[in-house]
C-alpha cells in the first residue's frame, strides 16, 4: 500500500485545482462536498499506509516520482518517504484536517459561494502542501512543501481580504517565515555542500563521522533558525497570535494540523545530526523553554478569546522544542499529536462561540455560555483539562514525558518548564471560567441570539474530545506500566541511531513519580484557584496596571521590534526613496528622454523628398568612393 | 580608338543621368536617367571587356574566350532592367490613376 503513498496529497491537490478552478461554477454544497471527500480519501490512504508501516520489522520505503533536478552530479528526485514519523503525520494532518474541513463547511456558510470555494481551494492546498512536507524523502521536497504551508498561511490569515488589519497580519506572517526560511535555505545548501546529497538516508548515514562538530553545530543552528520562524519561537513568534485574524478554523488548521508542527518534523526528522551537535540542543531547549514561559505569561492577560489560545500553542510548542533539545524526539512528537488534538479542539470550540455570539471575541463580554451551547462547554472543557496537563487527559502524557527527561537533564529546565505549565493551567481555566461560567455579560441581542451550533460543528468538537481523552493512553510511561509506550515502541527505528549515540535519559522510577505527583498537585491547585478566582467575574474592575498591563502589552515585544527593526528600515527606505531614488531616476530618464529628444531630431530627415533620398543616397556612394580611393 | 573616350562618355553619360534623377520631379524622366546610367555602365563593361580580350589574345592565341565575360554582364543587366521597368512602370501607371500626375515630390504625402 505504501506504494501508493503519492495518492495521499494528490488527493488534496485535486481537490484544490477542481474546486480553485470551478469556484464561480461550483455551488457551495458541492464545494464543500468535494473538499471534504478530497481530505477523507487521504485520510482513508494513510490508515491503510499506516496499517502497513505498524506491522513489526517495516522498512521505510521510499517511492520515488521523477527525476526533480538532475545536473553534473546533483540528482534529486522527486520522492516521498514513508516511515514510522511521516505515516504518523500523515494520520494527525489528515485526521484533523477533515475534522476541520467538515466544520468548515457550516463554519463559513455565509460566505457568498465564491469566496467559499476560494476558501476550500486554499484550504484544500495547505493539506497538500503539508503533506508534501512530511512525505519528501528529500530536503528539497520538504522545503518545497515548507514554504507552500508558508504561502497558504498568507493567504487564509488575509482571507478576507478587504480588511486592511488582516492583510496587514498576513503579510507579518508571510515575511516573519520568510526570514526563517533564508537560514533554513542556507543550511539546506550547507548540507550539500557539506554531504553531497540532499537525501534524508544518506544524510544522516554520512554526518555520522563526515562532518566535524562546529559544522554541523551551524546547520542544525540554521534549520533551526527555519523552524523557529515556522514553528513561533523566540525570536520569530510573534506573527502567529496576529494569525488570528484569518477564519477560526484557519486557526485551528494552522495551529493543529499544519504548519507549526512543520518545525518540531524536521528537527525530529533530523535527529541524527542534531543529536551529533548538543551546542545546537541546548540552543533549543533554552529557546524552547524561554518561548513556553513568554507565551504562557502573556496568555495569562489576553482577553480575546483566540489570542489566548494562540499565545498557548506558542508556548505549547515551546514545550516541543524543549523535548527536542533535551533529546525526548518521541516525547516531543507525541506533544505534537495530543496537542493537535486538544489545539484543535479548542479552537474549533472557541469558533463556535464566536459563531454563536455573532462574530464577538472579547472573553470580557461572555460568561454564562454554559447553558446555552452543552456540547461545546463539555468539549471545551475536555481540552482544557487535557492541555492544563491533568490526568489521565492526553496533554499529562506527553507534557509529563518531556518534562520528566528535562528533569533528568537539568531540574532547572524542569523547575522552569513546570512554572510555564502552572500558567497554562490558569489561563486556561480563566478562560473557561469567563466564557462557560458565571453571568451573560454581553448585549441583549446577543444574549437572544446564542445558541448551539449546528452538527457539523459539534461532531468534530466530539470526536475531536474523545481523542483528546484517550490520546494520551498510548503513551503510558516506563514508571506507571512498564513496556505500554506504544508510541515510543511504534516510532523507534526513527531514531534507533540518536539513542545509539545518546541514549535520551530518564529519572529514576521513584523520582518521576514524586515529579509527577508535584506537578499534578501543583496544577490542580492552580486550576481551582484560576476557576474560582474568575468563576464570578462580573466585568474588568480596573484598567490593568504595573506587570498586568506589561503581560497584557505582549511584554512589548511587538512594540520593541517596531523600534530596532520596523522604523529603522522604514527610515533608510524613505531615505532612498526620497534621494537616492529621484538620482537613479534621473539617470534612467534622462537616458530615455535623450533617445526621445534625438528620434524627434532625427525623424525630420525623414521628409518623404523623394529628391532628397536619392541626393542623400549618391553623397553616400560618393563617400563611400572617396574612402575607398583615398584612404 | 583609345579606352579613355569610352570611359569619358560613360562618365558623361552617368553624371547626365545623376542629374537628372536629382533635378526633375518627373517620374518618368527619372526612370529615364536611370536607364542612362544603366547604359553607361554597360558601354564601360562593353568596352573593358573588348580590351581586355585583346589583350589576353595576344598573349593565348585569338581562340581564347578570356574577359568576353563583361558582355554576359551587360544582358544580365538589361534584363534585370528591363524588370524593373515593367514593375517601375506599373507603379507610375497606378501613380497616375490615383493622383492625375507623376510627380514624385507628390509621394511625400505617403509618410501621413
Same mark, same amino acid.
Given at each position: ?7 495521499? %496529497? ?45 506491522? %513489526? ?114 503579510? =507579518? ?136 489560545? $494562540? ?31 486538544? =489545539? ?164 529514576? %522510577? ?30 474588568? $474592575? ?90 | ?25 518627373? $517620374? ?82 505617403? =509618410?501621413?
Amino acid at each position: 500500500m505504501s506504494q501508493f503513498v503519492y495518492l495521499v %496529497p494528490l488527493f488534496p491537490l485535486v481537490g484544490f485545482l477542481v474546486i480553485g478552478l470551478g469556484r464561480n461554477v461550483l455551488s457551495r454544497t458541492l464545494t464543500g462536498l468535494i473538499g471534504c471527500a478530497t481530505v477523507l480519501a487521504s485520510f482513508v490512504v494513510s490508515v491503510m499506509i499506516f496499517n502497513e508501516v505498524r506491522t %513489526p520489522g517495516f522498512m521505510p520505503v521510499t517511492v520515488r516520482l521523477f527525476d526533480f533536478i538532475h545536473t553534473g552530479s546533483l540528482n534529486i528526485s522527486f520522492a516521498f518517504q514513508v516511515d514510522q514519523l511521516s505515516s504518523l503525520f500523515l494520520l494527525i494532518i489528515t485526521g484533523v484536517g477533515s475534522l476541520i474541513h467538515i466544520y468548515s463547511t457550516s463554519y463559513m456558510h455565509e460566505e457568498k459561494p465564491h469566496h467559499f470555494a476560494r476558501y476550500f481551494s486554499y484550504l484544500n492546498l495547505f493539506v497538500f502542501s503539508m503533506l508534501l512536507l512530511v512525505l519528501g524523502a528529500n530536503y528539497v521536497i520538504l522545503f518545497i512543501g515548507w514554504e507552500g504551508v508558508g504561502l497558504c498561511s498568507y493567504l487564509l490569515i488575509g482571507f478576507w481580504f478587504t480588511n486592511g488589519d488582516y492583510n496587514y497580519a498576513a503579510r =507579518k506572517a508571510f515575511i516573519m517565515n520568510r526570514i526563517g526560511d533564508l537560514a533554513f535555505l542556507i543550511g539546506i545548501f550547507w548540507i550539500l555542500a557539506q554531504f553531497g546529497s540532499l537525501n534524508y538516508a544518506d544524510v544522516f548515514t554520512r554526518c555520522q563521522g563526515g562532518a566535524t562538530a562546529p559544522v554541523l553545530t551551524g546547520i542544525t543552528l540554521l534549520l533551526f533558525i527555519g523552524a523557529t520562524g515556522k514553528s513561533a519561537q523566540i525570536p520569530l513568534y510573534t506573527w502567529l497570535p496576529d494569525a488570528m485574524a484569518g477564519p477560526t478554523p484557519v486557526s485551528a488548521l494552522i495551529h493543529a494540523a499544519t504548519m507549526v508542527t512543520a518545525g518540531i518534523y524536521m528537527i525530529a526528522r533530523s535527529n541524527v545530526m542534531y543529536t551529533l551537535a548538543p551546542a545546537t540542543q541546548a540552543v533549543i531547549a533554552v529557546i524552547g523553554l524561554c518561548t513556553a514561559i513568554l507565551a504562557a505569561s502573556i496568555a495569562i492577560q489576553q482577553n480575546d478569546i483566540k489570542k489566548v489560545l $494562540a499565545y498557548s500553542t506558542v508556548s505549547q510548542l515551546g514545550y516541543m522544542f524543549l523535548g527536542l533539545g533535551v533529546g525526548a524526539y518521541t516525547g516531543a512528537v507525541f506533544h505534537v499529536m495530543t496537542h493537535a488534538f486538544f =489545539k484543535a479542539l479548542l479552537f474549533l470550540g472557541a469558533g463556535s462561540v464566536i459563531h454563536a455570539m455573532g462574530g464577538e471575541q472579547d472573553i470580557r463580554k461572555m460568561g454564562g455560555l454554559r447553558k446555552y451551547m452543552p456540547v461545546t462547554y463539555w468539549t471545551f472543557w475536555v481540552g482544557t483539562f487535557a492541555i492544563a496537563g491533568i490526568f489521565p487527559f492526553a496533554g499529562f502524557f506527553s507534557k509529563d514525558e518531556i518534562l520528566s527527561h528535562a528533569y533528568a537533564h537539568n531540574p532547572v529546565l524542569y523547575a522552569v518548564g513546570l512554572l510555564g505549565s502552572l500558567f497554562t493551567a490558569f489561563y486556561m481555566f480563566r478562560l473557561l471560567s469567563l466564557t462557560f461560567l458565571g453571568k451573560f455579560r454581553g448585549t441583549h441581542e446577543q444574549e437572544h441570539h446564542l445558541h448551539e451550533s449546528p452538527a457539523a460543528i459539534t461532531i468534530p468538537l466530539v470526536i475531536l474530545a474523545v481523542l483528546a481523552i484517550f490520546a494520551g493512553f498510548l503513551g503510558i510511561p516506563e514508571y506507571i506500566k512498564p513496556d505500554a509506550h506504544i508510541l515510543e515502541k511504534f516510532l523507534a527505528p526513527v531514531f534507533a541511531s540518536s539513542q545509539e549515540i545518546a541514549a535520551s535519559a530518564s529519572p529514576a %522510577p521513584g523520582t518521576e513519580w514524586v515529579l509527577t505527583i508535584v506537578s499534578l498537585l501543583l496544577i490542580a491547585a492552580v486550576s481551582i484557584w484560576g476557576w474560582t478566582k474568575f468563576k464570578g467575574y462580573t466585568g474588568p $474592575a480596573k484598567e490593568a496596571t504595573g506587570f498586568a498591563k506589561i503581560l497584557e502589552n505582549k511584554w512589548y515585544v511587538d512594540e520593541l521590534y517596531d523600534a530596532v527593526i520596523v522604523r529603522p528600515i522604514n527610515a533608510l527606505a524613505g531615505f532612498l526613496n526620497k534621494y537616492v531614488e529621484r538620482g537613479l531616476d534621473g539617470i534612467v530618464n534622462g537616458a530615455g528622454r535623450l533617445v526621445q529628444y534625438s528620434s524627434r531630431q532625427i525623424r525630420l530627415l525623414q521628409s518623404g523628398q523623394v529628391g532628397a533620398y536619392v541626393l542623400l543616397m549618391v553623397i553616400g556612394v560618393i563617400i563611400l568612393f572617396i574612402v575607398q580611393i583615398f584612404l | 580608338m583609345p579606352i579613355n573616350n569610352y570611359i569619358f562618355l560613360g562618365i558623361i553619360l552617368f553624371c547626365i543621368g545623376v542629374t537628372g534623377v536629382l533635378t526633375r520631379r518627373n $517620374a518618368i524622366i527619372i526612370f529615364m536617367c536611370i536607364e542612362l546610367m544603366l547604359n553607361a555602365v554597360n558601354l564601360l563593361l562593353v568596352a573593358f571587356s573588348k580590351m581586355h580580350h585583346q589583350v589576353a589574345a595576344l598573349h593565348q592565341g585569338a581562340a581564347s574566350t578570356v574577359g568576353t565575360e563583361g558582355q554576359i554582364f551587360v544582358f544580365f543587366i538589361m534584363v534585370v532592367a528591363a524588370a524593373e521597368v515593367s514593375v517601375g512602370l506599373a507603379i507610375i501607371v497606378m501613380m497616375y490613376r490615383n493622383t492625375h500626375s507623376v510627380d514624385v515630390n507628390f509621394l511625400n504625402r505617403l =509618410k501621413h
